[in-house]
Nanobody, 127 residues
Framework: QVQLVESGGGLVQPGGSLRLSCAAS????????IGWFRQAPGKEREGVSC????????YYRDSVKGRFTISRDNAKNTVYLQMNSLKPEDTGVYYC????????????????????WGKGTLVTVSS
């Protein structure tokens, strides 16, 4: 059974940090690009960061550049999103997704090639 399971969300004060994890099972993670997406209340889901299957290429949306870092450990079937200097506008449900046959830019911008989604983990940035 294919699964993507996110963890690491929670409540954090502005300026704080969180590390999200996305654990994959039921498929070979190393064959897929992985992306992190988020959805704030009342807003559309948006791509935050994506990483190629070999980790040689990464993509970040402008609003998180310099604050978030995506990484992956294919041996552990896990992808991470380190989030620093968090802002209230980073609040939302964070989902990870796996995609094949696409560029990471298209994956993050248009969900192109996404085969699997996780169920999400809630991140709340508030004082």
């Amino acid at each position: 059974q294919v699964q993507l399971v996110e963890s690491g969300g929670g409540l954090v004060q502005p300026g704080g940090s969180l590390r999200l994890s996305c654990a994959a099972s039921g498929f070979t993670l190393g064959n897929y690009a992985i992306g992190w997406f988020r959805q704030a209340p009342g807003k559309e889901r948006e791509g935050v960061s994506c990483i190629s299957n070999t980790a040689l290429r990464t993509y970040y949306r402008d609003s998180v550049k310099g604050r978030f870092t995506i990484s992956r450990d294919n041996a552990k079937n896990t992808v991470y999103l380190q989030m620093n200097s968090l802002k209230p506008e980073d609040t939302g449900v964070y989902y990870c997704a796996a995609a094949a046959g696409t560029t990471i830019q298209a994956m993050c911008a248009y969900y192109k090639g996404v085969n699997y989604w996780g169920k999400g983990t809630l991140v709340t940035v508030s004082s």
